[in-house]
């Protein structure tokens, strides 16, 4: 598998790279991708379905300059900024049988990243709900995913040094949340790990035997993403 240690200086191309990965892979083939990026600057994210006015408070994005865009996979509303470490797994659907299926994919790869972050935290990682990964009932990661028809992308957040009390202040409580969440708050359910950006980065790459720098990542695709959805509203607004 080949690795790709990019951010982009703006969120919807840094969101933008994410999909123009799967679709490289779709076209050329090859042995996946593993990406890494964390973004310096703050902004919200929803999923696909999500509708902006129920799960944002956008009086209080609009006041403070934080943008809200859509991702291209399912799953919650997230703040990025600095302090969340990103990954985004393409992987051909052939390599497991697990990834056959949804709820497959997410078994096959949530489980491989407990055990690499486990390693490094020294103590027992659960997998929460679908794809959480978590210290007993308090959450570090989300992740989501989107299939095609060779490739899937699996994508996700850690939580390492992230200002938490902005999360509280950005996102409402999530329409649809987990059991194991139990009404908490965002302060009360999420926590950041006690883990550095490299020692991430070298256990995932480990993991899925990420040896190889990708040498030509798809900018071309990137830019023409930013240009016709990330930066859109017709892509962004759903209320």
């Not at 890494?36 to 600057?41: G, K, M, T």
């Not at 299939?147 to 409402?172: P, Q």
Request: hydrophobic share 40%; proline share 5%; glycine share 8%.
């Amino acid at each position: 598998m080949k690795y790709l240690d990019l951010t982009f200086p703006s969120p919807e191309e840094n969101l933008a790279c994410d999909e123009a990965l799967i679709d490289q892979c779709e076209v050329l083939g090859g042995p996946g991708v593993l990406r890494f990026w964390e973004s310096q600057r703050y902004f919200v994210v929803v999923g696909y379905s999500n509708r902006n006015a129920s799960e944002v408070n956008l009086e209080a994005c609009r006041l403070e300059g934080i943008p809200v865009l859509r991702r291209c996979t399912g799953g919650g509303t997230v703040l990025q900024g600095p302090g969340c470490l990103n990954y985004a797994l393409v992987l051909p659907i052939v390599l497991a049988p697990d990834l056959a299926t949804v709820t497959g994919t997410n078994t096959f790869v949530m489980l491989k990243q407990r055990d690499a972050l486990a390693s490094l935290l020294g103590s027992a990682v659960c997998v929460q709900g679908h794809t959480d990964l978590a210290l007993g009932p308090v959450k570090f990661s989300g992740n989501a995913q989107r299939r095609k028809r060779s490739y899937l992308l699996f994508h996700g957040t850690f939580l390492i040094n992230l200002d938490l009390s902005l999360v509280g202040r950005l996102l409402r409580f999530p329409s649809r949340a987990p059991e194991y969440r139990r009404e908490r708050s965002h302060g009360q359910f999420l926590s950041n790990i006690p883990l550095s950006v490299d020692s991430i980065q070298a256990a995932l790459r480990s993991a899925w035997n990420a040896a190889d720098v990708l040498e030509s990542p798809p900018l071309e695709n990137v830019r023409e993403l930013v240009e016709t959805r990330y930066a859109r509203d017709s892509w962004n607004v759903r209320s």
